[in-house]
């Protein structure tokens, strides 16, 4: 099946810093990322769609202006925490998915936020 | 809205024994149906895709079948093993296929 990387894997950060995470298709042309996040004991809940090129549609409940979403090509979407709390400790995910294919996860990366 | 649920919610066997997870989705209008695996603090591994027309996949000692008219899938693992031990999700797409719900997962331990 398709590769999809994120990077970093995981990454320990401040309270009120940003962080930024990548999300790369690595053989494939992904028109559609999302992003899920899942607390722990919880199952993955979806927090965004992007399509390349096009603003994110957010999940009720998540706020547009803490969680940036920037899907700038076909194989790359960042996530950005910005001004991270402790409360968004969590684990995030993300998956890519070309033109009516199937989707393909990535290994997640796990935020901690002090 | 699509809704998924997971019966067992954790499950506890012996090595070597047969085992059936159960999946169940509210909105029976869906593409596919998908089942991954989570080990703690890591991502998911997909191990069966089942397309909509389909009844069933095989996938060594997994078999995971789908009835869309009831809302249910099971996921059978045959013979199983402690590498077996971890989370079992299944997902199905819904939204136009935009979006994907996660059921709320079995965790299984599988016992030396």
């Known amino acids: 099946g398709a590769v999809v990387s994120q990077h970093p894997s995981w990454v320990i950060c401040k309270s009120g810093t940003s962080v930024k995470i990548e999300c790369r298709s690595l053989?494939?042309?992904?028109?559609?990322m999302f992003w899920y996040r899942q607390f722990p004991k919880q199952s993955l809940m979806l927090m965004a769609t992007?399509?390349?090129?096009?603003?994110?549609?957010?999940e009720q409940g998540v706020e547009k202006d803490k969680f940036l979403i920037n899907h700038a090509s076909l194989t790359l979407s960042t996530l950005t925490v910005t001004s991270a709390h402790p409360e968004d400790s969590s684990f995030y995910i993300c998956?890519?998915?070309?033109?009516?294919?199937?989707?393909?996860f990535g290994p997640g990366t796990r935020l901690t936020v002090l | 809205k699509q809704e998924v649920t997971q019966i067992p919610a954790a499950l506890s066997v012996p090595e070597g024994e047969n085992l059936v997870l159960n999946c169940s989705f509210t909105?029976?209008?869906?593409?596919?149906l998908q089942w991954f695996r989570q080990d703690p603090g890591k991502g998911l591994t997909s191990l069966l895709l089942?397309?909509?027309?389909?009844r069933e996949q095989t996938s060594g000692r997994l078999n995971a079948s789908l009835d869309k008219s009831s809302g249910r899938s099971t996921l059978y693992i045959a013979a199983s093993q402690p590498g077996d031990s971890a989370t079992y999700l299944c997902?199905?797409?819904?939204?136009?296929?935009?979006?994907?719900?996660f059921g709320t997962g079995t965790k299984l331990q599988v016992i030396p």
């Open positions: 997902a199905v797409p819904s939204g136009g296929y935009q979006k994907v719900t």
């Open positions: 053989d494939f042309q992904a028109t559609t």
């Open positions: 089942i397309q909509s027309s389909q």
């Open positions: 909105d029976s209008a869906i593409y596919n």
């Open positions: 998956s890519a998915r070309e033109i009516g294919g199937e989707q393909f």
């Open positions: 992007s399509n390349e090129g096009s603003k994110a549609t957010y």
